[in-house]
């Protein structure tokens, strides 16, 4: 059964860090993309960061600068560093996995997600 399951979301001031892990079970996702994305109450799901197989990253225009992406293909995990909080930012954060080519598509499997909440 593949699970991808989120962590390290919480509560934290404006300015503050955080950094979100995503391990994956089930299979090697070594070759997939690796995205997360996060949904805020009101909002659609919106995309946030995305890695490729060869590691090459993407970023939403709204992130870049203050968040970093990367993967451990050993250890199956995917890791979101969040720096510089803003209460902007307070959202459910998800992790999911591509098998396709490139950062946008479908992705084929999703965590049930880490709630960050920033006080401002």
């Known amino acids: 059964q593949v699970q991808l399951v989120e962590s390290g979301g919480g509560l934290v001031q404006a300015g503050g860090s955080l950094r979100l892990s995503c391990a994956a079970s089930g299979r090697t996702f070594s070759s997939f993309t690796m995205g997360w994305f996060r949904q805020a109450p009101g909002k659609e799901r919106e995309f946030v960061a995305g890695i490729l197989w060869s590691g090459r990253t993407s970023y939403a225009d709204s992130v870049r600068g203050r968040f970093t992406i990367s993967r451990d293909s050993a250890k199956n995990t995917v890791y979101l560093q969040i720096n510089s909080l803003k209460p902007e930012d307070t959202a459910l954060y998800y992790c999911?996995?591509?098998?396709?080519?490139?950062?946008?598509?479908?992705?084929?499997?999703w965590g049930q997600g880490t709630q960050v909440t920033v006080s401002s």
């Open positions: 999911a996995a591509r098998a396709g080519l490139g950062y946008t598509g479908a992705y084929d499997y």
